[in-house]
């Protein structure tokens, strides 16, 4: 039996997560793995909650620090109520985002708050994932995909091309410097190729992680 893996996916707006986390999720399903997919800012009720507060509004409705709060208090019950029972219950956990996001959108673009970031994380999270997929492309084409959809959760898109190029370097670089669990995958190519491209990487640190 394999032990359970909690798999997430980074990248920038639009780059294809939601869709790639949707399609690992019912592929691992279809293997047989238990699996519970889920998302951030949100996974649990209390989590949604604050996600309603971070996304919509104007887009300097929050200081970066006061951001770094909010991302990682609804981290907190996501990991408490969602994450941590589903993993000890044996399932691999899939989800959208998780604490990356907060290290380059929080730690990187306005200003270097990255260390004020690392230490929330150390004190209030401590849990890193098994396996990461940064979904990387360029911005530009994300900007438009992620756009076209209107979700009304628009606000980070909203703060326009320069940051989303930000955003790209910010993860490429954590994809580098922790590539024991950073897995780079080109966005820009047809759904089911990127799909199939990380299924095989899903599966074959799945066999890894067997007993
Ligand atoms: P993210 O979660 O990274 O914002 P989504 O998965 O929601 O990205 O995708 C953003 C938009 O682009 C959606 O409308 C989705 O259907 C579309 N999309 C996703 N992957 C691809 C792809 N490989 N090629 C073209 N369009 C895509
Ligand atoms: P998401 O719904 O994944 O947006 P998208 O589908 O456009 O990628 O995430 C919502 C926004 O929240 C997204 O713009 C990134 C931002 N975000 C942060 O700034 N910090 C965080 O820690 C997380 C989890 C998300």
Redesign the pocket.
Known sequence: MAAPLFITFEG????G??TQARLLADRLRAQGIATLLT???GGSPGAEEIRAL??TGASGRWSAET?ILL?TAA?RDHLEKTIRPALAAGQCVVS????D??RV??GATRGNLRAMVDSLHAMMIGREPDLTFVIDMDPATALAR?LARR?G?D???DMGLPFQETLRHGFLALAHAHADRCVVIAGNRDTAEVASEVAAHALSRLAGSAA
């Open positions: 920038i707006d639009g780059s997560k939601s998302r951030e800012p971070l996304l951001e991302f981290r959208d985002r998780f604490a996001s907060t959108y929080q992620g979700s959760e606000r980070f898109e």
